[in-house]
């Protein structure tokens, strides 16, 4: 049986979140029509909604010059296209790190990002958010000529002193690599463009797949943005070897330094053996070629230290000439069925296990919540009915003991809404501290000093010191964050154990939370501080002026994001934390005012006994339809996001 290729089951992967979504959206609609939703419930479920529309399934391709990168994106993704999608030819064809994508927000083009920008300031994140920082193409997806004469641009070099391509970040000038490649008027051939962004309307652009082609140890090494943020943040990894010229010392280098010790959201890291067809020889028999292969597989799992079957030799020139032509027989020599069956067994259950689970926490707090409140509402309702159906028969005195008890437990549960006024005040003072530890203020100021004390020290050690004590201090504050974080936790269980023991309240537990993935990447950001800047050889080769700031372009700025997505979840947590209870008290507060309500009608005599209690009993049949209901669509919302490839069609006809 062959396996479904990679971009059928990306295909299914996006018919499955589609239906997810319609789902999701379903249960937000409802929520609305029938006023059961608070806003705190509204936004995750919105937010939830936004992340699914935008979402994206990131494959990073990382190699040296000339390993046939582009070829293989063209063999796996765009063979259908029946063109190069990306330019292929001997030599270097894409010089910059290049990203292949689409959004209807933009006509088919090409951006290209000069090369002058890295001495300009702002990261790669914020020209992305500048327009006029760009150079645009327009690309004539019609005509094959014109879309690969205009790709061709990714080429593009110029030719710059020693001096301009160090203020670049580009050589290293104590490199003897360096010297070697500078030319006899001391110029150096470089990149013209630092960056490029492709938005192309190719049906798996389109739902939401993004290329990342990243050439070269020396782009790598000189865009920290890349090891930062765009390969972690990739769902899989493809690093290319070739055939022909075996494992290099670079190779080895990107390996080790860039790719192997990568986290985050990678779950799929793949060695691809590109240009096997090099060692095809006629004289030589299937045999003696499969072991030639075998033996080039062996050497490369040795110099990466990896097993032999996470080695995938293939020839992607050959498949995709296979591919256009329909020849399943060069298909097949070319084994780049292998390789799509792996990348398409760990990237896209991965990925699809990432987005279920995190939907699934977030469809499942709502529906608790709603289905709490709900049940709340029918617990209260049917002691009324209780009560009211105790009066039949009994006399006026007996009604107007109803109606003190009544008074007397509103006035109690007034008194206990006192209490949590108190107590909401103390958690405002403790979210105020956690603001002061946590927030981007005290951030600011932090940035604010240490780029101070930067351009103020003239030796390494004042400026060593600088970026340490930056670290120790963003460290500090997100420990004293945790702990206040874990007062606040405490007190909120002790307040909703208190309401469910006076009041009658459901019994809930505030949702846990942790900064400790926020840590991790601190730790991680660090190790890459220690890499990178806290070299000896670092600081004595490079400038003060260039030394600060590649480290705000790049580590500073990089910690901000993460204080920015700190912040934004740790708000979000604690609008969870009190919502539930708030919901409670809303609900407890109005069905006590109704009970009073029916018992002061009955004892004025505007309403008979049986009428009051045949309209709750109704009142009952709506909740409970509505419990159902919640039930049933919650029942889907998991149908879908558990659902497998097989009942894909179910889920969407259902």
């Not at 001391?186 to 082609?213: C, M, S, T, Y």
Request: glycine share 4%; aromatic share 6%; hydrophobic share 45%.
């Amino acid at each position: 049986m062959i396996s479904p290729s990679l971009v059928d089951e990306f295909e299914h992967y996006s018919s499955w979140r589609d239906a997810v979504y319609v789902r999701v959206e379903a249960l937000r609609d409802w929520l609305n029509t029938r006023e059961l939703g608070d806003a705190e419930s509204e936004l995750r479920l919105n937010q939830l909604l936004g992340r699914l529309q935008e979402d994206t399934l990131n494959v990073a391709f990382v190699a040296e010059f000339s390993r046939g990168k582009s070829e293989l994106i063209n063999a796996i993704f765009f063979s259908d296209y029946r063109q190069r999608v990306l330019p292929s030819s001997a030599g270097r064809t894409t010089m910059c790190p290049t990203e292949l994508h689409y959004t209807p927000l933009h006509a088919p083009s090409l951006r290209l990002l000069p090369i002058e920008t890295k001495i300009q300031p702002g990261s790669l994140a914020d020209f992305k958010l500048d327009a006029a920082a760009w150079t645009e193409f327009p690309l004539n997806i019609h005509s094959a000529d014109e879309m690969s004469a205009a790709l061709m641009r990714l080429a593009d070099t110029q030719r710059v002193d020693a001096a301009t391509a160090e203020a670049y970040g580009l050589i290293d000038p104590t490199d003897e690599e360096t010297a070697r490649h500078l030319a006899h008027d001391g110029h150096i051939e470089i990149p013209r463009w630092r960056h490029a962004l492709i938005n192309f309307p190719h049906p798996l652009l389109k739902q939401g797949l993004v290329i990342l082609d990243t050439p070269g140890l020396n782009a790598i090494g000189t865009e920290p943005e890349l090891t930062l943020s765009m390969l972690p943040s990739a769902h899989a990894v493809l690093f290319l070897l070739a055939a022909d010229t075996g494992v290099t010392k670079s190779d080895i280098e990107i390996w080790h330094h860039h790719i192997a010790p990568v986290g985050g959201a990678s779950r799929a890291r793949l060695v691809v053996l590109n240009k096997i067809d090099g060692l095809w020889d006629e004289l030589k028999t299937q045999a003696e070629i499969d072991a030639e292969i075998t033996k080039q597989v062996a050497s490369s799992a040795a110099l990466l230290d990896l097993p032999l079957n996470q080695i995938y030799p293939v020839s992607a020139q050959k498949a995709l000439v296979a591919k256009v032509r329909g020849d399943a027989v060069l298909l097949a020599k070319s084994r780049l069925p292998e390789l799509e069956a792996a990348l398409t067994l760990e990237l896209i259950p991965c990925k699809q296990a990432l987005v279920s689970e995190s939907s699934l926490l977030v469809v499942e707090d709502v529906v608790v919540k709603t289905t709490e409140l709900l049940e709340t509402r029918l617990a209260a309702i049917q002691d009324q009915v209780d009560e009211l159906a105790g009066l039949r028969g009994k006399n006026r005195g007996v009604i107007e003991g109803m109606m003190v008890k009544a008074n007397e437990d509103k006035q109690q549960f007034d008194r206990g809404l006192q209490q949590f006024n108190a107590l909401r005040n103390v958690f405002a003072s403790q979210v105020a501290i956690l603001r002061e530890h946590l927030g981007m203020p005290a951030l600011k100021v932090e940035v604010s000093r240490v780029r101070l004390a930067m351009e103020k020290s003239y030796f390494s050690a004042g400026l060593r010191e600088a970026m340490g004590q930056f670290f120790r201090q963003v460290d500090g504050n997100l420990n004293a964050s945790s702990a206040v974080i874990k007062d606040i936790r405490a007190m909120m269980e002790a307040m909703y154990q208190k309401f469910s023991d006076e009041h009658g309240l459901a019994a809930v537990n505030p949702p846990g939370y942790s900064l400790s993935k926020y840590r991790k990447e601190m730790v991680r950001l660090e190790r890459i501080f220690d890499e990178r800047f806290n070299t000896t050889l670092k600081m004595l080769t490079v400038g003060q002026r260039q030394l600060t700031t590649r480290f705000f372009e790049t580590l500073a700025s990089k910690v901000v994001q993460v204080f920015e997505l700190a912040n934004s979840e740790t708000e979000a947590w604690l609008k969870a934390t009190l919502s539930p209870m708030e919901t409670q008290i809303r609900e407890h507060k109005t069905q006590l005012k109704r009970r009073l309500e029916s018992v002061s009608r009955i004892h004025a005599a505007t309403e008979t006994l049986d009428d009051r209690i045949a309209e709750l009993e109704a009142t009952i049949g709506t909740v409970s339809d509505q419990m159902d209901n919640l039930a049933r669509i919650n029942a889907r919302i998991v149908d879908a996001l558990t659902d497998d490839r097989n009942g894909l069609e179910r889920i969407k006809t259902a």
